[in-house]
C-alpha cells in the first residue's frame, strides 16, 4: 500500500522530549515530500505553536498543511490559506469560562502572539506556554479579551479536578461545544464534532484520497479517533496502552526517532 497522506501528531510524537524534531525525522520528512506525499501536522496546538515546525520542515514549499487545534482549523501551507474550520461559540466560552472562575481553575485562550489568560502564574498555564514555544499575556478580564467565536478554548489544571470539570462542564455546554482531553492536565472546548480524524476526512476529500491512503501516527488520547480513521495506524512507543490498543503498529518513542522510523519502513521502503 502507498501512503498519499501522512499525519504526524506533534507533542510526544514528532518532537523528542526538548520540543526538538531530530535531523533523522527531519530528512525521512523531506524524503516523503519529495516522493509527493501530503504531510500534515495535526495537532492540538494553535497555528502560532505550529508554523515555526512547519517553516523549519520546509512545508509552505510543498503540497502541505497545518491541522491546528485539534481539527478546528486547517491550513494549505502552500497559499497559507485557511481552508476549513470550525469555531465554538462566544456564549459558549462564556460558560466555560464561568466555571473554570467559580471552581479556581486557569482558563485561557489565544491572540495573534501568544496566550492570554487570568492566572500567568498556573503552571499548567506555563505547560502550555512551553509546548507551543509562546509567550503569557495577563489579562483583567479574559472574556472581554475574546471578542469573537474561537477554535478552541482551554481550561488548565490538576488532571483530578479536570475529570470533574469535565462531567460537570459538558451537560452544562450541551449542544454548544464539546469538552474533551488532550492530555491530564488540558481540558480542551471545541465546537462539536471538532476532532483530528473529522479534519482529515475533510483533507482526504480535498485531494480525492480515501482513508486507505492515510498514515497516521501519534502517541495521545487525542490522537485516537484518527488512529482510528487509518489506513495505517502507528502508535509511539511512549504512548499509554490505551492508545497504543488504536493502532495497528508501534514504532519506537519520539526520543529514539519513532516517526522516521515508521516513515522509513512504510512509506520510504515501500517506494
Given at each position: 500500500?502507498?501512503?498519499?497522506?501522512?499525519?504526524?501528531?506533534?507533542?510526544?510524537?514528532?518532537?523528542?522530549?526538548?520540543?526538538?524534531?531530530?535531523?533523522?525525522?527531519?530528512?525521512?520528512?523531506?524524503?516523503?515530500?519529495?516522493?509527493?506525499?501530503?504531510v500534515t501536522l495535526a495537532s492540538g496546538r494553535p497555528v502560532l505553536g505550529m508554523e515555526p515546525l512547519a517553516r523549519e520542515l520546509g512545508l509552505f514549499s510543498h503540497n502541505?498543511?497545518?491541522?491546528?487545534?485539534?481539527?478546528?482549523?486547517?491550513?494549505?501551507?502552500?497559499?497559507?490559506?485557511?481552508?476549513w474550520e470550525r469555531t465554538v461559540s462566544l456564549e459558549a466560552i462564556e460558560i466555560a469560562f464561568a466555571y473554570a472562575k467559580a471552581n479556581g481553575l486557569a482558563s485561557l485562550s489565544y491572540d495573534h502572539e501568544g496566550i492570554i489568560t487570568e492566572m500567568p502564574d498556573d503552571q499548567f498555564v506555563h505547560k502550555e506556554a512551553y509546548n507551543n514555544t509562546i509567550p503569557i499575556r495577563r489579562v483583567d478580564d479574559?472574556?472581554?479579551?475574546?471578542?469573537?467565536d474561537q477554535p478552541k478554548v482551554m481550561i488548565v489544571g490538576e488532571p483530578?479536578?479536570?475529570?470533574?470539570?469535565?462531567?460537570?462542564?459538558?451537560?452544562?455546554?450541551g449542544d454548544k461545544a464539546d469538552v474533551f482531553f488532550?492530555?491530564?492536565?488540558?481540558?480542551?472546548?471545541?465546537?462539536?464534532?471538532?476532532?483530528?480524524?473529522?479534519?482529515?476526512?475533510?483533507?482526504?476529500?480535498?485531494?480525492?484520497?480515501?482513508?486507505?491512503?492515510?498514515?497516521?501516527?501519534?502517541?495521545?488520547?487525542?490522537?485516537?479517533?484518527?488512529?482510528?480513521?487509518?489506513g495505517l495506524a502507528v502508535a509511539m512507543d511512549n504512548s499509554s496502552d490505551e492508545v497504543k490498543a488504536?493502532?495497528?503498529?508501534?514504532?519506537a518513542s519520539n526520543d529514539?526517532?519513532?516517526?522516521?522510523?515508521?516513515?522509513?519502513?512504510?512509506?520510504?521502503g515501500a517506494r
Open positions: 500500500m502507498q501512503y498519499s497522506l501522512l499525519a504526524l501528531d506533534l507533542d510526544g510524537t514528532l518532537t523528542n522530549s526538548q520540543k526538538q524534531v531530530t535531523p533523522r525525522s527531519r530528512k525521512a520528512i523531506e524524503a516523503a515530500l519529495d516522493l509527493g506525499v501530503c502541505a498543511y497545518i491541522l491546528a487545534y485539534n481539527g478546528a482549523q486547517l491550513i494549505k501551507c502552500e497559499t497559507n490559506e485557511v481552508v479574559l472574556l472581554a479579551e475574546v471578542t469573537a483530578s479536578l479536570l475529570v470533574t470539570a469535565q462531567k460537570e462542564l459538558q451537560p452544562l455546554l488532550s492530555e491530564p492536565c488540558f481540558l480542551e472546548i471545541t465546537a462539536k464534532g471538532v476532532q483530528k480524524a473529522a479534519s482529515l476526512d475533510v483533507l482526504l476529500s480535498l485531494l480525492g484520497l480515501d482513508r486507505s491512503n492515510l498514515m497516521v501516527v501519534g502517541d495521545g488520547l487525542n490522537d485516537v479517533p484518527m488512529l482510528g480513521i487509518a488504536h493502532a495497528h503498529v508501534v514504532t529514539e526517532d519513532g516517526v522516521a522510523l515508521a516513515i522509513e519502513k512504510y512509506i520510504l
